[in-house]
């Protein structure tokens, strides 16, 4: 299972972009990268997954370069509800065991 | 709510005391999943289970600690004769099917506190 590296925190300003990178140097060719959010006292909760180059939902954008080796989560135009922890995992088959970090705890201030 | 309900939110035990943590997955999974978390750590993964069957006990220390999904009613992670180590949130998450890639459904987590 892929180990991660990503900043322990971030500040950013309301109506900025924010991107999180997550380093993934030991990438499996079948390994997904996921994004989860936590805000506190609540269960982490899904944001995106990609495997390769670029993904995006209503939520936030997933860029993958195409040796994998990283990958940058962006969320457009933060809000302070955007306050939270971010935690980046990479994983294929047994995806529950993935290893959480500490994750990146972002602030987001008026 | 039709999301992963868990209970208690908060319980408090005293050295020794038994407790019983609950988790009802989302309407239609059948695969349950239990985390421990400690303030300012990620999750660390204990049990995996599904309907009367332990899949994955492999994250779940081996003595004081029991998990069980039956075929009625919530899955229950229980701590026996607790201690101040055992302080942490507790989430539970579900699925619909084994899950490889796509997205876990989190509880809002039930935190224990040993006295």
């Known amino acids: 299972l892929a180990k991660t590296t990503q900043p322990i925190s971030m500040d950013s300003y309301e109506g900025q972009e924010v991107n999180i990178t997550c380093s993934h140097n030991?990438?499996?060719?079948?390994?997904?990268i996921t994004w989860y959010q936590q805000f506190p006292s609540q269960g982490p909760r899904f944001i995106i997954q990609g495997y390769k180059t670029k993904v995006t939902n209503e939520v936030a954008s997933l860029f993958i370069p195409a040796d994998r080796k990283s990958s940058t989560l962006s969320l457009p135009r933060v809000s302070l509800s955007d306050t939270a922890v971010y935690y980046c995992?990479?994983?294929?088959?047994?995806?529950?065991?993935?290893?959480w970090g500490a994750g990146t705890k972002l602030i987001i201030k008026p | 709510n039709a999301g992963v309900m868990q209970n208690p939110r908060h319980l408090v035990r005293r050295r020794g005391q038994e407790a019983r943590l609950r988790c009802s997955p989302m309407k239609g999974h059948s695969h349950v999943y239990w985390y421990r978390q400690l303030p300012e750590e990620g999750l660390k993964f204990m049990v995996y289970l599904q309907k009367e069957n332990i899949i994955d006990e492999s994250g779940m220390p081996k003595e004081r600690f029991s998990a069980e999904f039956p075929k009625e009613g919530p899955s229950i992670l229980r701590i026996q004769q607790v201690v101040r180590g055992d302080s942490a949130a507790y989430f539970c998450?579900?699925?619909?099917?084994?899950?490889?890639?796509?997205?876990?459904?989190f509880g809002e987590g039930s935190r224990l506190t040993v006295l």
């Open positions: 995992l990479v994983g294929a088959d047994s995806n529950y065991q993935l290893i």
């Open positions: 030991n990438i499996a060719t079948n390994d997904y």
């Open positions: 998450a579900s699925s619909a099917g084994e899950i490889n890639t796509g997205e876990l459904f």
